[in-house]
Protein backbone atom coordinates (compact mmCIF):
# COMPACT_ATOMS: atom_id res chain seq x y z
CA UNK A 1 0.00 0.00 0.00
CA UNK A 2 1.07 3.09 -0.86
CA UNK A 3 2.39 5.67 2.28
CA UNK A 4 0.02 8.71 3.57
CA UNK A 5 1.40 11.57 1.68
CA UNK A 6 2.02 15.16 3.68
CA UNK A 7 0.41 17.20 0.49
CA UNK A 8 -2.76 18.92 1.72
CA UNK A 9 -5.82 17.41 0.30
CA UNK A 10 -7.30 20.98 -0.28
CA UNK A 11 -5.80 22.93 -3.32
CA UNK A 12 -7.00 26.47 -2.81
CA UNK A 13 -5.10 27.46 -5.79
CA UNK A 14 -8.01 25.92 -8.13
CA UNK A 15 -11.29 27.70 -7.47
CA UNK A 16 -14.55 26.27 -9.02
CA UNK A 17 -13.97 29.31 -12.00
CA UNK A 18 -11.03 26.99 -12.98
CA UNK A 19 -12.00 23.40 -12.81
CA UNK A 20 -13.59 22.61 -16.06
CA UNK A 21 -9.51 23.25 -17.91
CA UNK A 22 -7.80 21.89 -15.31
CA UNK A 23 -6.45 18.90 -15.64
CA UNK A 24 -7.35 15.44 -13.89
CA UNK A 25 -5.34 13.35 -11.75
CA UNK A 26 -6.70 9.79 -10.45
CA UNK A 27 -8.40 10.26 -6.81
CA UNK A 28 -10.07 7.57 -6.31
CA UNK A 29 -9.22 3.66 -6.22
CA UNK A 30 -10.71 1.29 -7.51
CA UNK A 31 -11.45 -0.26 -4.31
CA UNK A 32 -13.74 2.81 -3.29
CA UNK A 33 -14.99 2.87 -6.40
CA UNK A 34 -16.33 -0.68 -6.06
CA UNK A 35 -17.48 -0.28 -2.90
CA UNK A 36 -19.37 2.53 -3.25
CA UNK A 37 -21.22 1.86 -6.25
CA UNK A 38 -22.19 -2.32 -4.41
CA UNK A 39 -22.97 -0.22 -1.78
CA UNK A 40 -25.48 1.59 -4.01
CA UNK A 41 -26.54 -1.57 -5.73
CA UNK A 42 -27.32 -3.33 -2.27
CA UNK A 43 -29.04 -0.68 -0.23
CA UNK A 44 -31.39 0.41 -2.99
CA UNK A 45 -32.36 -3.40 -3.43
CA UNK A 46 -32.70 -4.07 0.45
CA UNK A 47 -34.93 -1.43 1.02
CA UNK A 48 -37.10 -2.26 -1.80
CA UNK A 49 -37.61 -5.52 -1.25
CA UNK A 50 -38.11 -4.89 2.43
CA UNK A 51 -41.78 -5.46 2.85
CA UNK A 52 -41.76 -8.87 0.76
CA UNK A 53 -41.75 -12.25 2.14
CA UNK A 54 -41.25 -13.23 -1.14
CA UNK A 55 -37.94 -11.45 -1.61
CA UNK A 56 -36.64 -12.16 2.12
CA UNK A 57 -33.65 -14.13 1.12
CA UNK A 58 -32.76 -11.46 -1.41
CA UNK A 59 -33.63 -8.60 1.69
CA UNK A 60 -31.29 -10.49 3.53
CA UNK A 61 -28.06 -11.37 1.23
CA UNK A 62 -27.61 -7.75 0.70
CA UNK A 63 -28.06 -6.40 4.11
CA UNK A 64 -25.31 -8.94 5.15
CA UNK A 65 -23.37 -7.74 2.15
CA UNK A 66 -23.44 -4.49 3.27
CA UNK A 67 -22.19 -5.38 6.92
CA UNK A 68 -19.35 -6.73 4.67
CA UNK A 69 -18.54 -3.72 2.55
CA UNK A 70 -18.61 -1.61 5.70
CA UNK A 71 -16.06 -4.26 7.45
CA UNK A 72 -13.67 -4.22 4.01
CA UNK A 73 -14.49 -0.23 4.08
CA UNK A 74 -13.22 0.55 7.94
CA UNK A 75 -9.95 -1.24 6.73
CA UNK A 76 -9.63 0.03 3.76
CA UNK A 77 -9.62 3.18 5.36
CA UNK A 78 -6.84 2.72 7.73
CA UNK A 79 -4.18 0.52 5.23
CA UNK A 80 -5.64 2.39 1.49
CA UNK A 81 -4.39 4.40 -0.81
CA UNK A 82 -4.21 7.86 -0.09
CA UNK A 83 -7.96 9.53 -0.35
CA UNK A 84 -9.10 6.22 1.24
CA UNK A 85 -8.09 6.96 3.99
CA UNK A 86 -9.62 8.32 6.92
CA UNK A 87 -7.29 10.37 8.16
CA UNK A 88 -6.90 12.47 4.72
CA UNK A 89 -10.43 13.67 4.97
CA UNK A 90 -12.28 13.17 8.42
CA UNK A 91 -12.21 16.46 10.26
CA UNK A 92 -13.87 18.45 12.50
CA UNK A 93 -16.83 20.63 13.12
CA UNK A 94 -15.14 23.96 12.43
CA UNK A 95 -13.56 22.63 9.03
CA UNK A 96 -17.17 21.69 8.21
CA UNK A 97 -18.13 24.94 9.13
CA UNK A 98 -16.08 26.73 6.94
CA UNK A 99 -16.51 24.74 3.72
CA UNK A 100 -19.95 25.00 4.06
CA UNK A 101 -19.67 29.21 4.23
CA UNK A 102 -17.18 28.91 1.31
CA UNK A 103 -19.95 27.81 -1.04
CA UNK A 104 -21.74 30.92 0.11
CA UNK A 105 -18.98 32.80 -2.01
CA UNK A 106 -17.76 33.02 -5.47
CA UNK A 107 -14.62 30.81 -4.68
CA UNK A 108 -16.00 27.66 -2.61
CA UNK A 109 -13.10 25.30 -1.26
CA UNK A 110 -11.76 23.04 -3.85
CA UNK A 111 -10.72 19.58 -1.66
CA UNK A 112 -8.98 17.16 -4.41
CA UNK A 113 -10.83 13.80 -1.86
CA UNK A 114 -13.82 14.33 0.30
CA UNK A 115 -14.50 17.65 1.56
CA UNK A 116 -15.59 18.20 5.22
CA UNK A 117 -19.23 17.63 4.38
CA UNK A 118 -19.05 14.89 2.46
CA UNK A 119 -16.40 13.05 4.84
CA UNK A 120 -19.21 13.58 7.56
CA UNK A 121 -21.78 12.31 5.20
CA UNK A 122 -19.88 9.30 4.58
CA UNK A 123 -19.48 8.66 8.53
CA UNK A 124 -22.84 8.89 9.32
CA UNK A 125 -23.83 6.18 6.14
CA UNK A 126 -21.54 3.92 7.79
CA UNK A 127 -22.70 3.82 11.39
CA UNK A 128 -26.10 3.40 10.01
CA UNK A 129 -25.29 1.07 7.78
CA UNK A 130 -23.60 -1.12 10.36
CA UNK A 131 -26.80 -0.50 12.56
CA UNK A 132 -29.16 -1.53 9.98
CA UNK A 133 -26.84 -4.69 9.47
CA UNK A 134 -26.80 -5.45 13.28
CA UNK A 135 -30.90 -4.74 13.59
CA UNK A 136 -31.62 -6.59 10.52
CA UNK A 137 -29.73 -9.99 12.11
CA UNK A 138 -31.05 -10.05 15.27
CA UNK A 139 -34.44 -9.34 13.97
CA UNK A 140 -33.70 -12.33 11.06
CA UNK A 141 -32.40 -14.89 13.86
CA UNK A 142 -35.22 -13.67 16.15
CA UNK A 143 -32.51 -12.86 19.13
CA UNK A 144 -34.53 -9.65 20.23
CA UNK A 145 -38.12 -8.35 20.44
CA UNK A 146 -40.39 -6.35 18.42
CA UNK A 147 -38.31 -2.98 19.25
CA UNK A 148 -35.63 -4.46 16.99
CA UNK A 149 -37.75 -4.74 14.18
CA UNK A 150 -39.12 -1.31 14.57
CA UNK A 151 -35.44 0.10 15.03
CA UNK A 152 -34.17 -1.40 11.88
CA UNK A 153 -37.01 0.36 10.12
CA UNK A 154 -36.50 3.92 11.45
CA UNK A 155 -32.88 3.67 10.85
CA UNK A 156 -33.47 2.10 7.64
CA UNK A 157 -35.68 5.16 6.56
CA UNK A 158 -32.88 7.20 7.72
CA UNK A 159 -30.46 6.04 6.00
CA UNK A 160 -32.61 6.62 2.79
CA UNK A 161 -33.16 10.38 4.23
CA UNK A 162 -29.36 10.60 3.87
CA UNK A 163 -28.66 9.23 1.06
CA UNK A 164 -31.35 11.73 -0.66
CA UNK A 165 -29.43 14.13 1.05
CA UNK A 166 -26.21 13.25 0.17
CA UNK A 167 -27.28 13.27 -3.60
CA UNK A 168 -28.35 16.44 -3.42
CA UNK A 169 -25.07 17.24 -2.08
CA UNK A 170 -23.12 15.73 -5.36
CA UNK A 171 -25.45 17.55 -7.82
CA UNK A 172 -25.44 20.97 -5.98
CA UNK A 173 -21.57 20.77 -5.60
CA UNK A 174 -20.85 19.64 -8.96
CA UNK A 175 -22.84 22.69 -10.19
CA UNK A 176 -20.68 25.00 -7.68
CA UNK A 177 -17.23 23.51 -8.79
CA UNK A 178 -18.03 23.03 -11.95
CA UNK A 179 -17.40 18.88 -11.29
CA UNK A 180 -18.91 16.00 -12.42
CA UNK A 181 -18.66 14.10 -8.77
CA UNK A 182 -20.60 11.18 -9.95
CA UNK A 183 -18.66 10.87 -12.65
CA UNK A 184 -15.78 11.18 -10.71
CA UNK A 185 -17.14 8.25 -8.67
CA UNK A 186 -16.88 5.90 -11.49
CA UNK A 187 -13.75 7.02 -13.22
CA UNK A 188 -11.60 7.85 -10.13
CA UNK A 189 -10.41 11.18 -11.95
CA UNK A 190 -10.72 14.28 -10.47
CA UNK A 191 -9.24 18.13 -11.01
CA UNK A 192 -5.76 18.28 -9.12
CA UNK A 193 -2.33 19.39 -9.67
CA UNK A 194 -0.37 16.51 -10.94
CA UNK A 195 1.60 15.95 -7.80
CA UNK A 196 -1.85 15.33 -5.82
CA UNK A 197 -2.88 11.94 -7.81
CA UNK A 198 -2.19 8.50 -6.33
CA UNK A 199 -0.03 5.77 -8.22
CA UNK A 200 -1.93 2.56 -8.04
CA UNK A 201 -5.27 1.73 -8.73
CA UNK A 202 -5.39 -0.77 -6.83
CA UNK A 203 -7.47 -3.00 -9.34
CA UNK A 204 -6.59 -6.30 -7.64
CA UNK A 205 -7.89 -5.55 -4.08
CA UNK A 206 -11.48 -4.13 -6.25
CA UNK A 207 -11.65 -7.69 -8.09
CA UNK A 208 -11.18 -9.55 -5.13
CA UNK A 209 -13.39 -7.81 -3.16
CA UNK A 210 -16.42 -7.93 -6.37
CA UNK A 211 -15.43 -11.81 -6.43
CA UNK A 212 -16.20 -11.92 -2.90
CA UNK A 213 -19.42 -10.50 -2.96
CA UNK A 214 -20.14 -12.38 -6.03
CA UNK A 215 -19.14 -15.64 -4.25
CA UNK A 216 -21.24 -14.78 -1.03
CA UNK A 217 -24.39 -14.56 -2.80
CA UNK A 218 -23.70 -17.52 -4.75
CA UNK A 219 -23.29 -19.77 -1.50
CA UNK A 220 -26.64 -17.67 -0.11
CA UNK A 221 -28.77 -18.71 -3.38
CA UNK A 222 -27.18 -22.38 -3.43
CA UNK A 223 -28.54 -22.79 0.43
CA UNK A 224 -31.93 -22.01 -0.63
Known sequence: MNATSALPAKDSSISSENTAIAPTVLVW????RVFHWLMVVCFAGAYLTSESEAWRLLHVTLG???AGLVAFRMVWGLVGTRYARFASFVRGPRAVAAYLRSLLTHQPQHHTGHNPAGALAIVAML??????????WATYDELA???VAELHEVVANGMLLLVGFHIAAVVISSWLHHENLARAMLTG???GAPNQGIHNAWRMVAALLLVAVVGFWYLQWCRC
Do not use: H, Q
Request: charged fraction near 15%; proline fraction near 4%.
Open 145 to 147: GEW
Open 64 to 66: YTM
Open 127 to 136: ALTATIAATG
Open 189 to 191: RKV
Open 29 to 32: DAPV
